[in-house]
């Protein structure tokens, strides 16, 4: 059984730039969230996705956005980098069934310069 | 909003020592209540959970009570080992009413070295 898998593993762009980072959520789950994980600090919030449509959103600016596909996986994408959106990204999967508990994928490192 | 505070680290402990990291949380109602490692260059691995008052999370030889008088969910192991070399976080719930909806909410972490 897969868990949640996320890609690319790093990225390093430069500032001004768009990213898209991707997720699958794992088997059985249809619910994907985002978040942020600044150095050496505990992951932000940023949105989650359920049925192609974003269910809630964390206080972070609309250059943040989102999209949840019909087999369940999701695009993070970011416009007009800026060199504080350097983080870890994690992706997490719910499933409907068991919605207390979030698994987590490895995550993607962006690094922008 | 809801908040969680976790004791300052790095935490560095020898080998079969007892450990505690504290966390003390502010919410509205009584969330669920999890703990979350994160091994070094990895993800978030759920380590245990408690979804009510007085429940007891355990796993791997950690555990963790739900203390709602003292809204706090303090980690503790009686015997560490060099393989619990990671970063813990304490995390609550938080749902906006609609089903299924949730976020989590983190501390700042805590990072634990245990030398040999």
């Known amino acids: 059984d897969a868990g949640v898998t996320q890609s690319p593993t790093h990225l390093i762009k430069t500032r001004g730039q768009q990213v898209t980072l991707r997720c699958s959520p794992k088997s059985g789950h249809d619910t994907v969230s985002w978040y942020q994980q600044a150095l050496g600090q505990g992951p932000q919030f940023i949105f989650q996705?359920?049925?192609?449509?974003?269910?809630q959103r964390g206080n972070f600016p609309d250059r943040f956005s989102g999209h949840q596909f019909p087999n369940y996986s999701s695009e993070l994408n970011v416009n007009a980098l800026l060199l504080g959106d350097s983080a870890l990204y994690l992706c997490?999967?719910?499933?409907?069934?068991?919605?207390?508990?979030?698994?987590f994928g490895p995550g993607t490192r962006l690094t922008v310069l | 909003g809801n908040s969680v505070t976790q004791m300052e680290g790095p935490v560095t402990l020898s080998e079969e020592a007892f450990l505690t990291i504290n966390c003390t949380y502010t919410?509205?109602?009584?969330?669920?209540l999890f703990w979350y490692v994160q091994y070094p260059g990895e993800g978030l691995q759920l380590l245990l959970k408690?979804?009510?008052?007085?429940d007891k999370g355990s796993n791997k030889g950690f555990e963790a009570t739900y203390r709602k008088e003292t809204t706090s969910f303090h980690l503790e192991k009686g015997s560490v080992q060099v393989s619990d070399s990671a970063v813990y976080f304490c995390?609550?719930?938080?749902?906006?009413?609609?089903?299924?909806?949730?976020?989590?909410?983190f501390g700042q972490g805590t990072r634990l070295t245990i030398n040999p």
């Open positions: 919410a509205t109602g009584y969330p669920s």
């Open positions: 996705y359920y049925e192609e449509e974003e269910r």
């Open positions: 995390a609550l719930r938080e749902s906006n009413g609609i089903q299924g909806a949730q976020k989590l909410v």
């Open positions: 997490a999967s719910i499933s409907g069934g068991e919605t207390d508990t979030q698994y």
């Open positions: 408690a979804t009510k008052a007085d």
